[in-house]
């Protein structure tokens, strides 16, 4: 028996960083909004849960975008709110070849630590300051732009009001960061890999795949403020959760979509096990591949159309661990570490693994005198899914040789007693926070993918709009909050319009 619900004006599908900006801005806009999750606390990607008396990230993350036109402080400022955060630095250091490189903040000390390492002093200057430039005039348009990419004739027209001294960019979506350093007079092999494996972090693809465009903001995100929040990420959502609920807005969680349709110009969506809400409007911030699954009709049609486009995806294959804390004082929280690329590890398809820890003294994470680590690497979905797979030997094999690239690489590893280990593959994020096939980390920013190419945010369907990592601009927290901005600026425009009328 369906349990019928009040009507809303609004109703987000999925509480990840995308969906809880879009609900959080259209609530203190006065709209009555419903978020909607599936998993029992919010966040998605963008999270932290409790196991055996520990806090870990939903993965190994960075977080950054509260600088000068970054989403995050805009967020921050169109909900009235700040988010609890301590700044880092150095943000990170990638471990190449018995190199240990330091990604410092500061511009020129991070051109002379490239050029330490790599040499090419004249051209990693020129390189490193055409990236800084770009990026800042990608993350302002960005901002400014809330209808970015354009869909109308009016779009196209304020996107080169807006930006017109900035045009010079746009060759950029066209040329591979490969192709941009080479350009430049860049030739160390050693420093194209340093690239591909930050780029794979970022942006999901080589420095060969990745339109340099792209690129300028995710090779420069550790010259931006990174973050660390006490407690764990959770700590930003239920923030932004909190401050949703003062704003009116009704936030059920444990209550996956089942489906959404549209019925005498208003949506019924499907939820939980017998409920059944109402609204004018629906934002989406579940993927193109889940929308497939809880449409019907013209909609499954366009929604299957638009999946088919992006048929490879990445997972991530996860580590959790609780060690003790034997590592050096002043050892930075976040770690990308290289291993032979010529040693392929079977169900692993990256040459290195992103290692963040919980803050030293951060007891809401750990208990005195431990530290915990979260491990991530690429995986292809497909290999994990293969019914033919021994998936428990398969796995428990990964997790053991990252084991020992840990204690081979990481200082401090090998002498910490491990106290907790456990992994996960795609399929355990699949059933963890229901994305199809347990794809995360958005889609990969490839050369081969137009401008015009990504899923928009405006459907073609009245009152139907979409967020997140498989939505244009959305991709890690920084994107995906820019695509709950713009998605609000949508629906507010449209409900206004709908008013008016």
Avoid at 42 to 61: H, L
Wanted: charge should be neutral; charged fraction near 25%; aromatic fraction near 12%.
């Amino acid at each position: 028996m369906e349990n019928e619900t009040k009507k809303f004006d609004v109703i987000v599908a999925g509480a990840g960083m995308g969906g809880i900006t879009a609900a959080t801005i259209l609530a203190k806009k006065g709209y009555s909004v419903l978020l909607l999750e599936a998993s029992h606390v919010a966040g998605g990607c963008s999270s932290s849960y409790y196991r055996k008396g520990f806090i870990f990230e939903s993965g190994a993350t960075t977080l950054i975008g509260f600088d000068e036109n970054q989403p995050l402080r805009e967020l921050e400022k169109l909900v009235d709110v700040k988010i609890p955060k301590e700044p880092l630095s150095p943000p990170m250091v990638v471990h190449q070849n018995g190199k240990k490189i330091v990604r410092w903040q500061d511009k020129k000390q991070w051109i002379q630590e490239v050029v330490k390492h790599y040499g090419e002093e004249v051209e990693q200057t020129k390189f490193w300051n055409l990236i800084f430039r770009v990026s800042d005039i990608v993350w302002k348009a960005a901002l400014m732009n809330k209808t970015f990419p354009p869909n109308r004739l009016a779009e196209w027209l304020d996107l080169l009001r807006n930006d017109f001294r900035d045009v010079w960019i746009l060759p950029y979506a066209f040329r591979s960061v490969k192709q941009t350093a080479a350009g430049i007079g860049i030739s160390n092999p050693e420093f194209f890999r340093f690239l591909d494996e930050q780029l794979m972090i970022t942006a999901q693809a080589s420095s060969e795949e990745t339109p340099f465009l792209f690129a300028a903001p995710a090779l420069s995100y550790t010259n931006s403020t990174n973050y660390y929040v006490p407690g764990g990420l959770i700590e930003m959502v239920n923030t932004l959760i909190n401050q949703f609920k003062e704003f009116g807005g009704e936030f059920r969680n444990r209550e996956a979509v089942q489906s959404i349709e549209k019925k005498n110009g208003q949506y019924r969506v499907a939820a939980g096990k017998n409920n059944v809400y109402i609204a004018e409007t629906v934002v989406s911030n579940l993927p193109v591949w889940n929308m497939t699954d809880i449409t019907q009709g013209r909609m499954a049609d366009y929604f299957s159309e638009e999946a088919q486009k992006y048929s490879e995806a990445w997972g991530a294959f996860t580590m959790g661990i609780v060690t003790e804390d034997k590592y050096p004082e002043e050892m930075p929280l976040h770690h990308q570490i290289h291993f032979n690329s010529q040693k392929k590890i079977q169900g692993i398809d990256s040459d290195s693994v992103f290692v963040s820890f919980s803050k030293k003294g951060d007891l809401s994470r750990a208990k005195e005198g431990y530290r915990v680590l979260n491990v991530s690497t690429h995986s292809h979905p497909e290999f994990w899914f293969d019914p033919a797979l021994d998936y428990d030997k398969t796995k428990e094999a990964v997790q053991q040789k990252i084991t020992e690239i840990l204690e081979d690489k990481l200082p401090g590893f090998s002498q910490a007693g491990i106290k907790l280990l456990f992994s996960s593959t795609p399929v355990t994020w699949s059933k963890w926070i229901y994305r199809k096939k347990g794809r995360v980390g958005g889609i990969p920013q490839q050369m081969s993918r137009s401008l015009l190419d990504w899923t928009p945010s405006q459907t073609p369907f009245e009152g139907l709009f979409l967020c997140g990592d498989t939505v244009f601009p959305g991709q890690g927290i920084p994107g995906v909050t820019l695509s709950g901005i713009n998605v609000s600026y949508k629906v507010d425009k449209y409900l206004k319009n709908l008013r008016q009328n």
